[in-house]
């Protein structure tokens, strides 16, 4: 038990003296001129001082110089509250330790009178990191809700009956619903076709199987009957305990997508459809070496003409070359030359 100056009307009782020194939190008791009077186990843990290095010490010890001010203020407000036999506050404060760091604090003060005098207490507590998990859990809820109300996707959240619980605005473009509207139907609504609710769709029993589904495509209709086409990425959603809570669905428009890859696949078809329209000539050919014939693979000989227009898309046109036109029509040279 930490030595002290206590007053008897404060620590007279033995059965005080060990509570208060058996508890992990602070106790810290002041006079009526805010001079630390008692100090238990708990304040020595958490601020690092001993009670010798403490006891006659103005409360101000424990907090950072910037506080000093308020605190001033706040000892006259505690003054004007002590008309009251007892008094009762909690409050979140920063105090300093003994090295200098700061920590997050909560303070239950109190005021009581004996014999005319004003005694002022507190129960102090170290929630720092308390206090960072909750504001971790405020910031992450945060970026989760800006991320939900912001996400270009539909984002749908169901319950562990599979109605729909929250529902974002891109859910609601997406669909025609209003959230008013929406809200507490099943997924069904949105289905082309019609929904067996005795029987788990296919897709449902592998989110259930493997515990998400990534990019299902699949269709959907809207609220003025319209049939789009969707791509589905679904996780189920449990609590801390792992006790399923339902499931997220992130929703994807990809009308115009498919609509692309239609055109696309329609593009190929049409060339593979042109290319095997195309006449080719390839392999030997037999040709007379004098007229010029070509045998066909029935052995019949064929003009020329009619063998590459029967076997390309090629289109002849006649003519007569010098060489024939000097052998042929020798007249006509002449009268060129």
């Known amino acids: 038990m930490e030595q002290n100056n206590t ?58 110089q910037e506080q000093h001010q308020r605190e001033r203020i706040s000892r006259q407000a505690l003054r004007e509250r ?34 005319g005098r004003h005694f002022f207490g507190a129960l102090i507590r170290d929630v720092t990191e308390k206090t960072e998990r909750e ?37 609601l473009d997406l669909t025609g619903y209003t959230e008013g509207e929406i809200i507490g139907r099943h997924p069904e609504t949105l289905y082309p076709s019609d929904f067996d609710p005795e029987t788990v769709p296919a897709h449902i029993a592998k989110v259930f199987q493997d515990g998400f589904l990534r990019n299902y495509e699949t269709r959907r209709r809207r609220k003025d009957g319209t049939i789009i086409d969707v791509e589905l990425s679904i996780s189920l959603l449990s609590d801390a305990d792992g006790k399923f809570k339902g499931m997220v669905s992130c929703v994807r428009d990809i009308t115009e997508r498919k609509f692309m890859e239609q055109q696309r696949e329609q593009l190929v078809r049409d060339l593979q459809e042109a290319l095997a329209k195309v006449k080719t000539l390839r392999g ?45 029509y020798p007249e006509l040279k002449k009268t060129e030359g």
């Open 7 to 64: 007053p008897d009307l404060i620590v007279s009782d033995l059965l005080f003296q060990v509570v208060a020194d058996a508890i992990a939190d602070g106790i810290v008791l002041t006079d009526d001129q805010f001079k630390i009077i008692y100090w238990n186990k708990g304040a020595a843990t958490i601020y690092g001082y001993q009670a010798e290095e403490v006891l006659g010490k103005d409360i101000s010890l424990l907090l950072p």
């Open 284 to 328: 030997l050919v037999p040709i007379c070496a004098s007229c010029k014939r070509v045998r066909t693979d029935q052995g019949y000989w064929q003009q020329i003409e009619s063998f590459i227009h029967e076997h390309s898309e090629a289109e002849l046109s006649h003519g007569i070359c010098p060489e024939c036109m000097e052998k042929l």
């Open 82 to 115: 002590a008309h009251s036999s007892i008094f009762h506050t909690a409050v979140i404060n920063t105090s300093m330790r003994k090295d200098g760091s700061l920590f997050t604090a909560e303070v239950s003060a109190f005021i009581w009178q004996h014999q």
């Open 135 to 171: 504001k971790k859990i405020r910031e992450a809820k945060i970026f989760l809700e800006t991320i939900f109300a912001t996400s270009p996707d539909g984002i749908l959240v169901t319950d562990s009956n599979g109605y729909i619980i929250k529902a974002n605005q891109a859910f």
